[in-house]
């Protein structure tokens, strides 16, 4: 089963920042569109934005409003999704997911465990 594994969450304190990484555990990422998503307690899971396989595009949804920072580094086969000036509302487990191109969450083939990000003073 491919899988993929994310890092990097933690216990942060409001308007710091954080960069999640996202590896294919057993895979390589270079053909996947990479997808960021998460999921606060007691809300449905929600998409943060994608980026194509190459880098090249990036979309992200609506409610982002430039704190979130989606990135790739094929060479260390490694998707990034940065966030700054966190806000409590950002606590949530974050996940990242893989498919062939950007899509709907549905879709997408392979998900990772998830990352616990918690924003609090």
């Known amino acids: 089963q491919l899988q993929l594994v994310e890092s990097g969450g933690g216990l942060v304190q409001p308007g710091e920042s954080l960069r999640l990484s996202c590896v294919g555990s057993?895979?390589?990422?270079?053909?996947?569109?990479i997808g960021w998503f998460r999921q606060a307690p007691g809300k449905e899971r929600e998409q943060i934005g994608c980026?194509?396989?190459?880098?090249?595009?990036?979309n992200y949804e609506d409610f982002v409003k430039g704190r979130f920072t989606i990135s790739r580094d094929n060479a260390k086969d490694t998707a990034y999704l940065q966030i700054d000036n966190l806000k409590p509302e950002d606590t949530a487990v974050y996940y990242c997911a893989a498919h062939g191109r950007c899509t709907i969450m549905k879709e997408y083939s392979f998900w990772g465990q998830g990352t616990q990000v918690t924003v609090s003073s």
């Open positions: 057993g895979f390589s990422l270079d053909y996947y569109a």
């Open positions: 980026i194509s396989d190459s880098g090249r595009k990036v």
